[in-house]
């Protein structure tokens, strides 16, 4: 009992403090994250028809929720989720008998740069890869060793890891890497879970695919993407220490640390004590796939800044359409977080019975409490939401009026200033992607390009790249097939009045001016669901089908013991 | 004498993740550090636009 309950603690105590400040009423806006109070769920959500499908099916999946859930609720939910799952699939992972060994794991794999980079970048959709992983792994042991269930439980990892493009692939190469192999039925098992894996991946692989954009990425992307050397030490120690996201606005403090580095060399020291446990008790050649998969996602991170590697990855991103998903290498360390967090606390194990033979119990505990204490002492600004970087604020009531307008009369808005993200002053000058396609139940157009350090990288949406011309050169708006022109009050490049030409007001409010192109008549093309909906349903009957299959498998006995048993038989 | 290596361990683990955690905190939880992390690469004019991040 004590060994199921005190991972479930330390899981919900690390929640409690990395999450806070979400006690607070509010939304977090950050970056790449934004919650709607009321998600809509449109066709454009589901299949961007013009840009990459980044946000494929994430986008469908929090709109779908939040049919049933409020806003508020919804990112709570997930966030608190993220960090609960990632702690206790880490301390359920690690192949031991010890409930400390499993809390060094909680925290080992919990409480890591990468989690709080990601976190402050927003990225919550790659974290629920995170936080499946361990799950993944597990299963894909179990999948081996052909305990029941344990294919229905890895494609549930896969089907939460899918939540993302990068998070599909991920989970879709650790699959490949750890299923295969010489066990009984292995063949099955592999085709079965990977054909799955496919299917469930097929959302964002089928809108890549009928995207109107080429698909190819601006090469610039590589070096503004590249991971970031966060102290003295590099950009390879701090990969190795599981941190270097490229943007220094999305990285602790804490990271610049000059003791950093010492601590990343120490943490890898105990982590290598562990790998001869970790082979000696998974079976067969298990670890040794971990180890594979780990130092490949390890090395993908770290090919932007090795020799040669950014010229390599620049031609792959203009060349292969889709290949831009791997500019921003730090992503790719998942798998490497996790073996370091399962190694680490065996290697902490493994000195603890040292300690205890050397010297005495007593000792042994010390040792251990000190790996427990290691990842927080390094990096504590992750508590209380990155040290109040997770701030709730309020949506202003501007943006509930505007939704409701264009709601009232449906067309195609254009969103300015016309750039991917806004800081503005009512998100405590925070820099967020712009909301209003989240927001607004509408086609949204807004401009992809990112700017990285004064340095531009162009965006693949052939749409935006034309309506930025439009506003270049002044020309007015009006003109374009647009219904809206939504001026957000926010820093950024202001519309020329020619540009807004032949507009009428519809709302003036202190966040944001709504205006209404009168000349603008429904274009005759058809929206609908067309092969990326087919996807969607596809995937979504996969889930249904491996969610039923549980259900099924665990009804099956009951029925059977119902027939056996002559003590529950016709009156008895 | 018997709880000697006890003692030694926690002496020394104190004066490490205190090292750590001190140095960790006097970088992180500075209110300019922050506020320069979250403004970084965006306290440029407001006619250019808002930059997803900087290295």
Known sequence: MRERLVPHGVAAVVTAVVLAPLALPGYVLRYDMVFVPRPTLSWEAIAPVTALPRAVPQDAVVALLGQALPGWALQRLVLVAIVWFAALGAARLVPTDRTGVRVVAALGYAWTPYLAERLLIGQWGLLVAYAAFPWLVRAALEVRTGRPGAARRLLLAVAASAITPTGGVLALVAAGILVPGRYPRAGRSTALVLGSAVLLNAPWLVAGAVSTGTGRSDPAGVEAFAARAENWAGPLVSLAGTGGIWNAQATPASRASVLVPVATVLLLAVAGCGVPLLRRRWPGAFAVRLGVLAGGSWLAAAVGVLPGGAAALGWLVASVPGAGLVRDGQKLLLPYALALAVAGALGAERLADRAVARFDAVTGRVVLAGAVLLPVAVLPDLAFGAAGRLRPVQWPADWATVARLTAARPGPVISLPFQEYQRPAWNRDVVVIDPAPRYLAVPVLVDDTLWVGGRAVAGEDPRAARVRMLIADGRPLAAEDVRWVLVQHVPGPAPRASALAGLRIVHAGPDLTLYENPVWSPSPTATGPGPVGLAHLLAGAVMIGIVLSGTARRRRPVIASRHASPAEGEGG | ?55
């Open chain 2, 1 to 55: 004498m018997k709880n000697l290596p006890a003692f030694v361990a926690v002496g020394v683990l104190g004066v490490v993740l205190g090292l750590l955690l001190s140095v960790g905190l006097a970088n992180g939880l500075g209110t300019s550090a922050q506020d320069a992390a979250d403004k970084a690469g965006n306290s440029s004019t407001v006619d250019q636009p808002i930059e997803y991040g900087a290295r």
